[in-house]
């Protein structure tokens, strides 16, 4: 069965810090480049961060570059979001996904599917 299960969100205040942690299961990890995503009540999908199989190349959302940090660690299953210096603006729900397309999607527009991989979202409320 796969699973990705994310943790870490809640409430913080500006310019504070989480760390998001999407662990999965049931599917070959390491050969999935992963992505974050988060929307916000009243708005569309937003990708923040996409890493490559291997972790050794990340892209942002202008919004959250020089901010947000993704990384991954392929023996754990793990994929992690670091946020710092988070804003009010960043509040959402925030999900991790494993794209399933073949070939596999441009990492840097992918809008992501209903056929990929997706965890059930973790909320993160940035407020003071």
């Known amino acids: 069965q796969v699973q990705l299960v994310e943790s870490g969100g809640g409430l913080v205040e500006p310019g504070g810090s989480l760390r998001l942690s999407c662990t999965a299961s049931?599917?070959?990890?390491?050969?999935?480049?992963m992505i974050w995503y988060r929307q916000a009540p009243g708005k569309e999908r937003e990708l923040v961060a996409a890493?490559?199989?291997?972790?050794?190349?990340?892209h942002y959302a202008d919004s959250v570059k020089g901010r947000f940090t993704v990384s991954r660690d392929n023996g754990k299953n793990t994929l992690y979001l670091q946020m710092d210096k988070l804003k009010p603006e960043d509040t959402a729900v925030y999900y991790c996904?494993?794209?399933?397309?073949?070939?596999?999607?441009?990492?840097?527009?992918?809008?992501?599917?209903?056929?990929?991989?997706w965890g059930q979202g973790t909320q993160v409320t940035v407020s003071s």
């Open positions: 890493i490559t199989t291997t972790g050794s190349l990340a």
């Open positions: 049931g599917f070959p990890f390491s050969m999935y480049a």
């Open positions: 996904n494993a794209p399933r397309t073949d070939p596999p999607p441009d990492l840097t527009a992918y809008g992501g599917s209903p056929s990929d991989y």
